[in-house]
């Protein structure tokens, strides 16, 4: 028995917007019966607001609340907005869902993928790389090499089974796992090539470990009701203050190594060491 949230339950059990849009501007598309799950997803528009949003869809339970939650989140939003929102938002919003139904959250983002694209063409695809394609890799679920270097994209996905958790593909005969490994190497070689920049000056790493604090790190410490400061940067050491419910809590000092340093290793240098003040 899979372990599902309230939200998951309540959008299951009372699924909204469940429909069709007569005269929709905008309908997408995604799976197919053939594989056991699909998704039609139809949106109304007020100029470039989403006014409406309904869906029709063929699947578990899963499939039913990710799709009943995304309508709920995108109506009311600009097509820009909207365009923001990936699989990870429609499982967050619905306070997580198992590993193994990870692509049911994925089907309702190619559905609004598919059509917003025919309102943008081909500039939604712009940042698509260039070592993909459109070719099936999984022919048992129609899943193309393009969705699943996606996935891996933005679920920084490792393995091949995490893989099959969020797009189903290698699920069946599994003949297609090892092009699926292929793909996953292949993405985090571009990625490990990309990364190999020039040294920062100092002047830019202290402009860059200010930007990141300010854009990532203090955004979501707000979240909990907690916050922080840039004290001093001196080389590799950063010192902060937290703030706010940060300030004084038992695991401010987790919060700094697993949280702050880690985000900063990550995006600005990996010999940072953060201290708190």
């Known amino acids: 028995m899979w372990d599902y949230s309230e939200k998951v339950l309540d959008h299951y059990r009372n699924p909204r917007n469940v429909g069709k849009i007569d005269n929709a501007d905008l309908i997408g598309e995604a799976g197919s019966l053939a594989c056991g799950d699909s998704l039609k997803l139809y949106l109304k528009l007020d100029g470039n607001k989403i006014a409406d949003a309904k869906f029709q869809t063929f699947g578990c339970g899963s499939a039913v609340a990710s799709s009943s939650i995304l309508t709920e989140m995108i109506i009311g939003k600009t097509l820009d907005e909207a365009k923001k929102i990936t699989n990870k938002d429609i499982a967050e919003e619905l306070g997580g869902l198992p590993q193994e139904k990870m692509h049911c959250s994925v089907m309702g983002h190619e559905a609004l993928e598919d059509a917003l694209k025919k309102y943008y063409g081909g500039k939604y695809e712009e ?107 001196d080389g590799n050491k950063v010192k902060v203050k937290l703030t706010g419910m940060c300030q004084g809590c038992k695991n401010a000092q987790m919060t700094l190594k697993s949280f702050v340093e880690s985000i900063l290793r990550d995006k600005v240098d990996t010999n940072i060491e953060v201290e708190q003040v």
């Open 127 to 233: 940042n698509t790389p260039v070592e993909t394609s459109d070719k099936i890799v999984c022919t048992c679920f129609n899943v193309t090499e393009n969705q699943i270097w996606e996935a891996i994209k933005i679920n920084n996905l490792k393995t091949v089974e995490e893989v099959t958790n969020y797009t189903k593909a290698g699920g069946a005969c599994g003949r297609c796992k090892g092009l699926i490994k292929d793909i996953i190497d292949t993405y985090y070689k571009g990625l490990n090539k990309a990364e190999i920049k020039e040294p920062l000056t100092a002047t830019q790493k202290i402009l860059k470990i200010s930007k990141v604090i300010e854009q990532q790190i203090s955004p979501e410490l707000q979240k909990d009701g907690g916050d922080i400061e840039l004290i001093d940067i």
